[in-house]
């Protein structure tokens, strides 16, 4: 199986909460990322938490990590339309400094 | 943070060319990265570009076909060499500053015929 893990698609009302979901493998994970891509553009980096944080809150963002379930999460509050992209999780495994992305999850946001 | 430059952003080539891309940060890194991103993939690592030595290729990327250069802490570039349609995808420069973020360019897009 693919090391990180999330679901390819959620579709939200704009105003309610999405939360974006993302499995690893890698007990030994020292950082673990969220980015967001827009049609034609590269990867934004959104937000990252540390291994040894449980949550880190950034305006709308909210990051979970739960390193027993090797479970990450992102919430956006509020969600908008402009929120409507493709949300890609990623992990640096231990021993390691190259990244391991998800296959990204598409939000879409509808009225 | 980091500002990743990259162009061109897409391009439209012929089978059996080459196309160079580009990539230059505004400041100096110590790790760059090229990755495909094939559509509706995730990212794909090619190779981590080195400054001062030859790029450490992934498995299924070898040099002849993917020639990299890094000539400094701040510029690298990334060839695609006799182009098939298979090589049709987006490319993306990467660099990582503080040893944990990873900044990425705004991609290119290609297209071979």
């Known amino acids: 199986g693919e090391d990180v893990e999330q679901s390819l698609f959620l579709s939200v009302r704009e105003g309610d909460s999405s939360v974006i979901n993302c499995t690893y493998t890698?007990?030994?994970?020292?950082?673990l990322y969220w980015y967001k891509q827009e049609p034609g553009a590269g990867l934004q980096l959104l937000t990252y938490?540390?291994?040894?944080?449980d949550m880190k809150q950034d305006q709308r963002l909210t990051v979970l990590l739960n390193k027993k379930d090797k479970h990450l999460s992102l919430r956006i509050a509020d969600t908008q339309t402009g929120d409507s992209a493709i949300y890609f999780c990623?992990?640096?495994?231990?021993?390691?400094?190259?990244?391991?992305f998800g296959r990204g999850t598409s939000l879409i946001v509808h009225p | 943070s980091a500002v990743i430059s990259q162009k061109p952003s897409r391009d439209i080539c012929q089978r059996g060319t080459s196309l160079t891309i580009q990539c230059q940060v505004d400041?100096?890194?110590?790790?760059m990265f090229w990755y495909r991103q094939q559509p509706g993939q995730s990212l794909t690592l090619i190779a981590t570009?080195?400054?001062?030595?030859?790029?450490?290729?992934e498995s299924g990327f070898v040099i002849d076909k993917f020639p990299i250069s890094r000539p400094n802490l701040t510029f690298s570039t990334l060839t695609v060499s006799n182009m098939s349609p298979e090589d049709s995808s987006i490319y993306l420069c990467?660099?990582?500053?503080?040893?944990?973020?990873?900044?990425f360019g705004s991609g290119t897009q290609l297209s071979v015929l």
């Open positions: 990467s660099a990582q500053t503080g040893g944990e973020k990873l900044f």
């Open positions: 890698d007990s030994s994970s020292t950082y």
């Open positions: 938490i540390f291994s040894n944080m």
């Open positions: 990623a992990e640096i495994p231990g021993g390691s400094y190259i990244p391991t």
């Open positions: 400041s100096q890194v110590t790790m």
């Open positions: 570009a080195n400054q001062g030595s030859e790029a450490t290729y």
